[in-house]
């Protein structure tokens, strides 16, 4: 499993592009936000930051390149058809609603939230963390977090399995966490973007 991202070496398309990736979209989203000289749209580029920032904290977003993030391990979701990606995108997320959320996605946020103030509270500072004085996202630390939970993720896993409750305890954890790390890091990044005197975003 190559959990070794480097971002100069893996941020590109097929035909050698740079900045073609989750890290490189989250970086030049942030900085047009930043820029009032940006010729993008300011709703859009926000919009696209936001997506971007939860698509890096799912795990298989940074998978196998060769499967595309496990979208092409097919297998079974229980008794649903599924595959790896979609399973970690949807399905964990989904099962959870029904089983402990009354099917009520706000009543899941509202849980996710108490966790970041109670459970976790002892590591949000270092999940704010970026190690960097100069930046204001650490996209690239994000990635490579999922990096190795993809690991994980693909462990065990074949083509033509049928996941069940063993998978699912497993992944829901990370999961949860995982969209609670990316809450918290969008907030900062558009704290530390809203503060800024040249932001574009004092005028929105």
């Not at 029904?98 to 009520?104: E, G, I, L, Q, V």
């Not at 990635?143 to 069940?164: F, I, M, N, Q, W």
Request: charged share 25%; hydrophobic share 35%.
């Amino acid at each position: 499993m190559h959990d070794k991202l480097s971002f100069t070496g893996d941020c590109h398309d097929t035909k050698g592009n740079k900045d073609v990736c989750v890290v490189g979209a989250i970086n030049n989203y942030t900085a047009a936000l930043e820029d009032p000289s940006s010729p993008y749209d300011r709703t859009e580029s926000l919009m696209f930051l936001a997506h971007f920032v939860g698509d890096v904290h799912q795990p298989l977003h940074c998978g196998h390149v060769d499967d595309l993030g496990g979208n092409t391990i097919k297998l079974r979701w229980y008794r649903r058809k599924s595959n790896l990606h979609h399973v970690w995108d949807s399905d964990v997320i989904t099962q959870a609603m029904k089983d402990f959320y009354n099917r009520d996605q706000d009543t899941m946020i509202e849980a996710i939230q108490r966790n970041i103030t109670e459970e976790w509270s002892s590591e949000e500072k270092q999940w704010e963390a970026c190690g960097s004085q100069t930046k204001i996202t650490c996209a690239e630390k994000y990635a490579k977090e999922s990096a190795l939970l993809a690991c994980d993720a693909y462990e065990g896993v074949e083509e033509g399995d049928t996941l069940r409750d063993e998978y699912y305890f497993r992944a829901l954890p990370v999961v949860e966490k995982r969209i609670a790390q990316g809450g918290v890091r969008l907030a900062v990044i558009l704290n530390q973007i809203f503060s800024g005197k040249n932001s574009r975003l004092q005028s929105m």
